[in-house]
T-cell receptor, first 118, second 114 residues
Framework: NAGVTQTPKFRILKIGQSMTLQCTQD?????MYWYRQDPGMGLKLIYY???????DKGEVPNGYNVSRSTTEDFPLRLELAAPSQTSVYFC?????????????????FGAGTRLSVL | AQSVAQPEDQVNVAEGNPLTVKCTYS??????LFWYVQYPNRGLQFLLK??????LVKGSYGFEAEFNKSQTSFHLKKPSALVSDSALYFC????????????FGSGTRLSIRP
């Protein structure tokens, strides 16, 4: 059972470059999320989606874009990389408020993408 | 607005001793509370949650958490710590304004010495 898969695991970008962080889940979850975790800090929500075709901004959306064309995939796009975007990025999915009571609202995380912008 | 606070950046415990990782919350409605654990170079893993019912919630790896409404706390506990419990622990609360989001605390690093 793969769960939430993120690629790549590591990446180094030059300032101004662009890239897409990939995230896919095989649990048929409606809800998906992108977080960033800076060293020694907690998680900050970048964008989230409650279903295919629906996305919304989180706490720190500037400099990022997302799309949700399928239930499984939720890619995160960095258009003009900046040093301030150096971080570890986590994708997560959740069944939300539907499904089994034990699983409601639980988020399942990928292993993360470690990004450095130099 | 809802929030969670983890007052300790780090907790140090000797192996075999009981451990407590503290969390307090602030919500306008009924609290939906969670604990997650993050091992080095890994994503967060769900440990346990409180929605309603028994104030003592049991979770994975022998952890439990005690919900205290009067003190607005949800402390994570384990009777006997293991070195392998060393990790970063996050308390979280469901966002009142959007049931699809949860808000994470800043994290507490738990270090268990042999």
């Amino acid at each position: 059972n793969a769960g939430v898969t993120q690629t790549p695991k590591f990446r180094i970008l030059k300032i101004g470059q662009s890239m897409t962080l990939q995230c896919t889940q095989d649990m048929n979850h409606n809800y998906m999320y992108w977080y960033r975790q800076d060293p020694g800090m907690g998680l900050k929500l970048i964008y989230y989606s409650v279903g295919a075709g629906i996305t919304d901004k989180g706490e720190v959306p500037n400099g990022y874009n997302v799309s949700r064309s399928t239930t499984e995939d939720f890619p995160l796009r960095l258009e003009l990389a900046a040093p301030s975007q150096t971080s570890v990025y986590f994708c997560a999915s959740s069944p939300g408020t539907s499904g089994r009571a034990l699983a409601k609202n639980i988020q399942y995380f990928g292993a993360g993408t470690r990004l450095s912008v130099l | 607005a809802q929030s969670v606070a983890q007052p300790e950046d780090q907790v140090n415990v000797a192996e075999g001793n009981p451990l407590t990782v503290k969390c307090t919350y602030s919500v306008s409605g009924n609290p939906y509370l969670f604990w997650y654990v993050q091992y080095p170079n890994r994503g967060l893993q769900f440990l346990l949650k409180y929605i309603t019912g028994d104030n003592l919630v049991k979770g994975s790896y022998g952890f439990e958490a005690e919900f205290n409404k009067s003190q607005t706390s949800f402390h994570l506990k384990k009777p006997s710590a293991l070195v392998s419990d060393s990790a970063l622990y996050f308390c979280a609360v469901r966002d009142d304004s959007s049931a699809s989001k949860i808000i994470f605390g800043s994290g507490t690093r738990l270090s268990i010495r042999p």
